[in-house]
Structures are given as structure tokens and as C-alpha cells.
């Protein structure tokens, strides 16, 4: 196996490939589950989150919200981006592009929702962040992902990319 290993990743160790692989999974999984969950409440709907963010894209935000077809869009968007992005990272398929579309995705949501001094937001957060969230974590080591892919090696991207 790690024979095999070298000849298709002479740069990775096998312990940072299965850090990475692992890495790439649990992210895979959270953002999967989010969107499933999301699919799965019939009532749910980004409006809320959407009105309550501060800073940046506050008017973008209350735009979004007030047209209801945008609204739906937006929402739509938001279920099968975070269902197709998990399920591209945890299958390890077309992961390099699921990774960036990852990052984003997130970074959209910390722009939304940045935890900066003196913004307050109606919903608690879940701990007590300044600057940096969870958000924004996760987008980084997403962008980490895209730069040392490995689901070439430990994904279904190696049935696809013959080198």
C-alpha cells in the first residue's frame, strides 16, 4: 500500500495524506449534512439569517429578503450548493473544485455574519468568537484543500484523472 502511495503521491507522507483525507471528509460531512437538514425542513428559509446580518451586506441582505422570487433562489442555491459541495468532498469527486466552491460559499456566509466588535445579532452564537468563526476556519481549510488535493489518491477523482 505504501508503495503504492509513493508512486502516486512522492510528496505526501502517508500520515498528511489521511490528515488531509480525513480533513476533507469531516468538512464534507458538516456541510452535507447542513444542506440535507435544510432540504429536509420544508420550512426552512434563509430570510431570517439573511435580516439579521450586519455590516457589509446588510442592504444586500434586506434586498434578498423583500424579493420573494430572489429569496427562493437564494435559498435553492443554498440547500443543494452545501448537498452537492459535501457530497463532492466526502466521494473525494471533482473535490479540488468542490473545495474552492466550499470556501466561498463560507466566506459568504462570514461576510454575512461577521463576529466583529459591536455587532450584535438577534440568534446567541454558539461560543464567543472575535474575528475569527467557524466560518471562517472551514473556508480556509478549504482553500488548503484545494491546494493539496488528495482525492486523486483517496477519492473517486483517481478513476477519473489517469495521469
Request: hydrophobic share 50%.
Amino acid at each position: 500500500m505504501n508503495d503504492r502511495l509513493n508512486l502516486l503521491a512522492p510528496d505526501y507522507s502517508y500520515y498528511q495524506l489521511v490528515s488531509l483525507s480525513l480533513l476533507r471528509i469531516l468538512v464534507g460531512w458538516h456541510l452535507l449534512y447542513e444542506g440535507m437538514a435544510k432540504l429536509a425542513n420544508s420550512n426552512w428559509t434563509s430570510a431570517a439569517y439573511l435580516l439579521d446580518s450586519k455590516w457589509l451586506f446588510s442592504g444586500l441582505a434586506e434586498w434578498m429578503v423583500t424579493n420573494p422570487g430572489l429569496l427562493s433562489l437564494v435559498d435553492t442555491l443554498n440547500i443543494w450548493g452545501l448537498t452537492l459541495i459535501g457530497l463532492s468532498l466526502m466521494l473525494g469527486l471533482l473535490s479540488r473544485w468542490g473545495s474552492i466552491a466550499g470556501a466561498c460559499l463560507l466566506v459568504l456566509y462570514y461576510l454575512f455574519h461577521p463576529p466583529l466588535v459591536g455587532l450584535e445579532y438577534s440568534k446567541p452564537p454558539e461560543g464567543s468568537y472575535l474575528i475569527v468563526d467557524k466560518n471562517l476556519v472551514e473556508a480556509c481549510a478549504l482553500f488548503v484543500l484545494a491546494m493539496f488535493p488528495t482525492s486523486h489518491i483517496t477519492g473517486l477523482d483517481r478513476f477519473i484523472n489517469k495521469d
